[in-house]
């Protein structure tokens, strides 16, 4: 019988760390899963001031990300870092997931920044069998619950895979956006919601020579709206090569692909979940709990009324509540 963590969370962003901090603090064992080499998740890509936390005044999204670390790191929570989940079975224990090594710097929880990582011995017994093997590499492991925690991606241009690129085309909001150079550039920003119009306007503070905003249909707010003059505006459908960088056939230096988010648990889909339409885990708020017995679905992933640092952190302490309550029972 392989080694069983109380629950195994895919996702360390807000959700899966609070979720695994708080489970943790109940004196649980919970396993933390998280694709990157850093946990704390999107707000790693939010350098400005984060000020939708009411308690967290002049901290930047980044900030929060690191603290965010610090608190599991100070919680003693089992982390693995670099490791995607690509799959998951149920057993008759609870799950099974498969996950991916990436190449990466990783540290343990408790362990020193910047330290390489080695060809690590197993912690996990038969389930972590494959532990320290080359990148690419999976390995199996045990969870009596399943916390599903993985947030949402940038959606890509249509017809691309979600992480397909092209020199020029940055897909998503944030600090990719930030630390681009502007001065004298044509820049083409794709997309009719807030983050098109909010991204509009600060390529064009930002020195761009030209901003040509594409929406095939306006979203965003009015006052955002109203701030676009129209010259700089096109409404209605259009074409774009990322490849020659055109958008209509007229070239540009950059194209900021800004289509809003999509959520991504395409590991789970063996559990077939219930979902909503554009593939929103279903969950039942009072207790995070999704369509199937043992799995929990939190934060962004679950798509709450107005996702953010603070609901997703919530979620995860529901989630935790929850699977205490299963394992009293
Ligand atoms: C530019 C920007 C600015 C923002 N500003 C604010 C703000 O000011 N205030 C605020 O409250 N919110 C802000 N947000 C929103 C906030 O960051 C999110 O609502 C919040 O991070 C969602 O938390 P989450 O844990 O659900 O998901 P995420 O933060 O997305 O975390 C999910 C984690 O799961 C990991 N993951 C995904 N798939 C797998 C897998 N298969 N295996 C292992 N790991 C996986 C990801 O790497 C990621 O670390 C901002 C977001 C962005 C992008």
């Known amino acids: ?6 629950a195994i969370i895919v996702g360390g962003g807000p959700a899966g760390a609070s979720c695994a901090i708080w489970l943790a603090r109940l004196g649980l064992a919970p396993l933390l899963v998280e694709a990157d ?16 936390i009411a308690t967290l005044p002049g901290v930047t999204g980044q900030q929060v990300g690191a603290n965010i670390a610090r608190s599991v790191e100070a919680a003693g929570v089992e982390v693995r870092r670099g490791r995607r989940a690509v799959a998951v079975a149920r057993t008759d224990a609870g799950f099974a997931v498969t996950v991916q090594k990436h190449a ?25 069998k494959q532990a320290g093997a080359a ?42 956006i930030v630390e681009q150079d502007f001065t004298g550039l044509s820049v083409a920003v794709l997309g009719g919601g807030d983050n098109g119009f909010e991204n509009y306007a600060y390529v064009k503070g930002r020195g761009a020579r030209t901003v ?26 259009y074409r774009v090569d990322p490849a020659a960088r055109q958008v209509d056939g007229h070239p540009y230096d950059l194209l900021l692909v800004l289509y809003g988010w999509e959520p991504q648990a395409d590991f789970a889909a063996a559990l077939e979940l219930r979902r909503d339409e ?14 199937a017995a043992g799995v929990y679905a939190i934060g962004e992933v ?28």
């Open 278 to 291: 554009r593939g929103y885990i279903h969950t039942d708020f009072a207790t995070a709990r999704a369509s």
């Open 104 to 128: 990466h710097i990783d540290t343990s929880a408790g362990g020193a920044d910047g330290q390489r990582e080695q060809d690590e011995p197993s912690e996990q017994g038969e389930s972590g």
């Open 1 to 6: 019988m392989p080694h069983y963590s109380d």
């Open 37 to 52: 080499e850093r946990l704390g998740g999107l707000p790693n890509d939010n350098p400005f001031a984060d000020d939708w």
């Open 302 to 329: 679950a798509n709450r009324m107005h996702p953010c640092v603070v609901t997703s952190m919530a979620d995860g302490v529901v989630a935790a509540k929850a699977i205490q309550a299963a394992l009293e029972r």
């Open 135 to 176: 990148p690419g590499a999976t390995e199996t492991l045990y969870g009596r619950h399943l916390v599903i925690a993985s947030g949402v991606r940038a959606r890509n241009l249509a017809g691309a895979a979600p992480g397909d690129r092209w020199p020029g085309v940055l897909v998503g909001p944030g600090s990719g």
């Open 212 to 237: 040509h905003l594409y929406a095939r249909g306006v979203r965003a707010r009015p006052q955002l709206v109203d701030a676009v003059p129209a010259a700089d505006l096109r409404v209605g459908s």
